[in-house]
């Protein structure tokens, strides 16, 4: 069943929402959960009504945003920078993906792009709702927060969100330095695992702020270990910067490829 946008305009409305022009689609921003969350519509809605949520950067490096919107996706947003996937937000997020499914009639599953820091969150949401998420694609991200920004190895960290995380997890610098639910851990893959989440990492070799071996190449081993189903286009010589391909197709058929598997 496909919502019609007309409908989901309306309810947009009904819930106070505003709308403004975003790279030539409709953006609607609102409040939600004391917080506020942006929905921009594609032109023409896809069958199902497929949605992706980038848990961080709204508009940074939107290239495949547009080709998903381009295509009849619906991208969905919650305000909440800094939260670095702590237990809270993954709360709020839940939120958002009950607002996009039961009020504006989204699909029942969203594709998660998670970018960076967005790892975090992305893959925290996952292993706790792994059944309102039909696939991950993860763009040079981080994998474990001792790394980014931790920097307890090779990267050089950032002290300032280190303290920003240390403040919304609630622990201390001993306790976050031995914490172990990371997205790099059996704990957090194995739901995502058992649910048949597939997911695409796009990462590359030489990033210079998320360690691509502290990162991606652990998380990797793990999944793979586990029986995952992952995949991934490593960027030899690349930078934690610009995220995403010159050539989106990949990205774009993953999502429609896992979001057609999840009406099977």
Not at 218 to 247: A, F, M, N, S
Request: aromatic content about 10%; proline content about 8%.
């Amino acid at each position: 069943m496909t919502t019609p946008l007309s409908e989901i305009r309306e309810k947009l409305i009904d819930a106070d929402a505003a709308c403004t022009d975003w790279e030539g689609f409709e953006c609607w921003s609102l409040p939600l959960d004391e917080l506020g969350a942006r929905f921009v519509l594609p032109k023409r809605a896809a069958t199902g009504n497929p949605w992706f949520w980038r848990p961080e950067f709204f508009g940074a490096f939107p290239g495949a945003d547009l080709a998903l919107l381009a295509r009849g996706w619906t991208l969905g947003f919650l305000d909440l920078p800094n939260h670095y996937g702590c237990p809270l937000a993954v709360e709020k997020f839940a939120g958002l993906h009950t607002f996009a499914t039961r009020r504006l009639g989204l699909a029942a599953r969203v594709a998660i792009m998670a970018l960076s820091r967005g790892g975090l969150s992305g893959y925290h949401f996952a292993s706790e709702y792994p059944e309102k998420v039909c696939a991950l694609y993860a763009d040079n991200p981080v994998c474990d927060f001792r790394s980014w920004p931790g920097g307890l190895w090779k990267g050089p960290g950032s002290p300032e969100d280190w303290q920003k995380l240390l403040a919304v997890y609630g622990l201390s610098d001993a306790e976050a330095r031995a914490y172990a639910h990371q997205p790099a851990s059996e704990a957090t893959l194995r739901p995502i695992v058992e649910a048949g989440i597939p997911v695409l990492h796009v990462a590359g070799d030489a990033d210079e702020v998320v360690p691509y071996e502290e990162n991606t190449v652990v998380l990797r081993g793990l999944l793979e270990k586990l029986g995952g189903d992952y995949r991934e286009i490593t960027v030899p010589g690349g930078k934690h910067h610009p995220h995403g391909l010159p050539d989106l197709t990949p990205i774009v058929e993953f999502c429609e490829e896992a979001f057609a598997r999840c009406g099977e």
